[in-house]
């Protein structure tokens, strides 16, 4: 019997390690990704906001469910494509 519960409290012994191994590599992925994002959201120019919509959108085309237009996409109207960009409070204002 003891022997048993020995070879028991072994086991979870190991499968705790390996549980604690692998959350150690699970946080050091998602630190990554959070500079990794972070990176590429100073480089576009986007606001966290706009980068978790974007996020959110590809999740959506991903699972093949319903796409709705994230609302950052909606903010901007371009009339000509030679001239700047302008935001559409603009288009309305003049």
Same mark, same amino acid.
């Given at each position: ?7 028991? /409290? /072994?086991?979870?012994?190991?499968? &705790? +390690?390996?549980?604690?191994?692998? $959350? $150690? $590599? ?6 990554? /990704? ?8 100073? @480089?576009? +120019?986007?606001?966290? @906001? ?6 959110? %959108?590809? @999740? ?13 996409? /909606?903010?901007?109207? %371009? &009339? ?13 204002? +003049?």
């Amino acid at each position: 019997m003891i022997s048993e519960l020995r070879a028991v /409290n /072994n086991c979870l012994e190991r499968e &705790v +390690g390996e549980l604690e191994e692998e $959350r $150690r $590599r699970l946080k050091a992925h998602l630190k990554f /990704n959070a500079k990794y994002q972070g990176q590429i959201a100073v @480089d576009l +120019g986007l606001s966290p @906001d706009q980068l978790s919509a974007i996020d959110q %959108f590809v @999740d959506q085309l991903k699972s093949s469910q319903q796409v709705s237009q994230p609302k950052c996409i /909606n903010t901007w109207v %371009f &009339v000509d494509m030679s001239a700047p960009p302008k935001h559409a409070s603009e288009m309305h204002a +003049g």
